[in-house]
């Protein structure tokens, strides 16, 4: 079974390289960085496309280049036309992604029964089904990837992360038809597929936010800490001021939507320093 820690340190590496490398990789070299994992050839295979695929477009002379230069200044300008000098927050400008979420748009969409089609047989063992239901996916990645960046996290690498915890999954539930009860079950029923589907979500969404977390850093978790402790102390305040009395931790959920059990972690920590 892959290392599954290895692996994505592996991978944030050779991202890395091939941003740094002025000519693509080549599959030989990737799968040199590689040597030792037991992945097998899909898995191998859609490494490769999820390395190459922004940087694959090669442009045979210059007339081409100036072309695809200045479609890509069209789009831009398209987009930000009321804002020309300011950039989206965490958006990428790398043409080679732009043509990438292009050639996305372009992906069929299967019909219902093709897609549960593709699920059975992922649980059935048939590993051609990765790269199918992955292709099937990569407009969703974009769409939940959104959700995830900042100024500090852009959407190519987000999308990278998502679509690596997605091959991750698939790779997870290859086989595993008892999981699901279809064991001997010739179609997928709808609920199964559901259950399926959002397994495969949960773990592109742990992946991104993984991700995302790794890049903003500790500071920023303990900032967030500290204002939630902020906003605790205030909301104790403010409710006891109303009710004459201390409130109780489902009051304070209800003031501050934050989850209780965070509550009473916040609550014992804030009275351990006070003894202290």
């Given at each position: 079974?892959?290392?599954?820690?290895?692996?994505?340190?592996?991978?944030?590496?050779?991202?890395?390289?091939?941003?740094?490398s002025p000519v693509p990789?080549?599959?030989?070299?990737?799968?040199?960085?590689?040597?030792?994992?037991?992945?097998?050839?899909?898995?191998?295979?859609?490494?490769?496309?999820?390395?190459?695929?922004?940087?694959?477009?090669?442009?045979?002379?210059?007339?081409?280049?100036?072309?695809?230069?200045?479609?890509a200044e069209a789009?831009?300008?398209?987009?930000?036309r009321s804002k020309p000098d300011v950039k989206p927050a965490g958006q990428s400008q790398n043409p080679h992604f732009q043509m990438y979420l292009s050639e996305i748009s372009s992906v069929a969409v299967l019909t219902k029964e093709q897609q549960t089609a593709l699920y059975h047989?992922?649980?059935?063992?048939?590993?051609?089904a990765i790269e199918e239901i992955s292709?099937?996916?990569l407009k969703k990645i974009i769409e939940i990837a959104g959700e995830f960046v900042t100024p500090r996290?852009?959407?190519?690498?987000?999308?990278?992360?998502?679509?690596?915890?997605l091959l991750l999954g698939l790779g997870q539930l290859l086989g595993k038809a008892s999981e699901y009860?279809?064991?001997?079950?010739?179609?997928?029923?709808?609920?199964?597929?559901?259950?399926?589907?959002?397994?495969?979500?949960?773990?592109?969404?742990?992946?991104?936010?993984?991700?995302r977390q790794e890049l903003e850093g500790e500071a920023d978790s303990e900032n967030t800490i500290l204002a939630k402790v902020s906003l605790i102390h205030e909301a104790r305040k403010a409710l006891a001021e109303e009710n004459?009395?201390?409130?109780?931790?489902?009051?304070?959920?209800?003031?501050?939507?934050?989850?209780?059990e965070e509550i009473v972690d916040i609550l014992d920590l804030h009275e351990k320093a006070r003894k202290e």
């Open positions: 079974m892959v290392d599954k820690t290895a692996f994505m340190e592996t991978l944030h590496s050779v991202q890395e390289i091939a941003k740094a990789l080549t599959k030989e070299e990737i799968r040199d960085y590689f040597q030792g994992m037991d992945l097998s050839e899909e898995q191998q295979e859609m490494i490769y496309q999820f390395l190459l695929t922004p940087q694959e477009e090669v442009l045979e002379n210059e007339d081409d280049k100036e072309a695809a230069n200045t479609q789009k831009s300008c398209k987009r930000t047989k992922l649980l059935s063992g048939e590993k051609t292709h099937q996916w996290v852009f959407l190519e690498d987000i999308v990278q992360e998502g679509n690596i915890a009860g279809a064991d001997n079950a010739k179609v997928l029923e709808d609920a199964q597929q559901k259950r399926l589907e959002k397994r495969l979500e949960s773990l592109v969404r742990e992946g991104m936010d993984n991700y004459g009395t201390d409130p109780t931790v489902q009051e304070l959920c209800e003031y501050t939507r934050i989850p209780p």
